[in-house]
């Protein structure tokens, strides 16, 4: 399977405590996406990475919140001193380099990591 | 704000007939609209696009129109099948503006009954 691939699929953890999640994409997609997703609503965007630069961030993104894509592969996406309101589906989304279609047409998403925090 | 609403979270219809799902957004700055199509415990899926120089776009039984003026989009499936039971969100975003975000409604769950 060649899709977005995203670790693990479901983490409960305790408020106060630190999570990491991992996500590959597609290995040809220099573009990879952090989307967040609560019940009843849309994914909203969190951030964008080109290559390993963090080139957008959203001002859901706190300072509890880090991401990164050490080189320009997979990517990770941390939440420090989890809070109950940080539970949600976080979904990753990867897209080919541009000249290869609007990048936006072609993100592919990964099936998400389930947090719940306790 | 929800710059993208999608006012009805669930549409019924029987096998064979038109879906038609809707989308409403308050952005003038937004000049490229997505559709999504999610499964449960799955990420959501590309569907179809249209820019905003164009009012329609079409591929095989999906349809999208835009009204700029209104401010408005819809989705057409016709004929629907099983298989398109679904969440579909309606998606847009500003590329001229040189953002990657896409902004999503809140989806719609479509159920096509055989």
């Known amino acids: 399977d060649t899709g977005v691939s995203q670790n693990p699929r479901h983490k409960i953890t305790k408020r106060g405590q630190n999570v990491t999640f991992r996500c590959d994409p597609i290995?040809?997609?220099?573009?990879l996406y952090w989307y967040r997703q609560t019940l009843g609503q849309g994914p909203e965007f969190l951030t964008y990475?080109?290559?390993?630069?963090?080139?957008?961030k959203s001002r859901l993104l706190s300072d509890r919140f880090s991401a990164e894509r050490p080189k320009g592969s997979f990517s990770t996406l941390e939440i420090q001193r989890t809070e109950q309101g940080d539970s949600a589906m976080y979904l990753c989304?990867?897209?080919?380099?541009?000249?290869?279609?609007?990048?936006?047409?072609?993100?592919?998403f990964g099936s998400g990591t389930q947090l719940s925090v306790l | 704000d929800q710059q993208v609403k999608q006012n009805s979270p669930s549409l019924s219809v029987q096998e064979g007939r038109i879906s038609i799902l809707n989308c409403d957004y308050t952005n003038s700055m937004f000049d490229y609209f997505l559709w999504y199509k999610k499964y449960p415990a799955e990420g959501p899926t590309f569907l179809i696009s249209i820019s905003s120089i164009k009012d329609k776009n079409e591929d095989g039984r999906f349809t999208v129109f835009l009204n700029k003026s209104a401010k408005h989009l819809s989705l057409h499936i016709v004929p629907s099948q099983p298989g398109d039971s679904a969440v579909y969100f309606c998606?847009?975003?500003?590329?001229?503006?040189?953002?990657?975000?896409?902004?999503f409604g809140k989806g719609t769950k479509l159920t096509v009954n055989p």
């Open positions: 998606a847009a975003s500003a590329l001229q503006g040189g953002s990657e975000k896409l902004v």
């Open positions: 290995s040809e997609h220099n573009r």
């Open positions: 990475f080109q290559n390993e630069a963090q080139l957008e």
């Open positions: 989304a990867s897209s080919p380099p541009v000249g290869q279609g609007l990048t936006n047409e072609k993100l592919f």
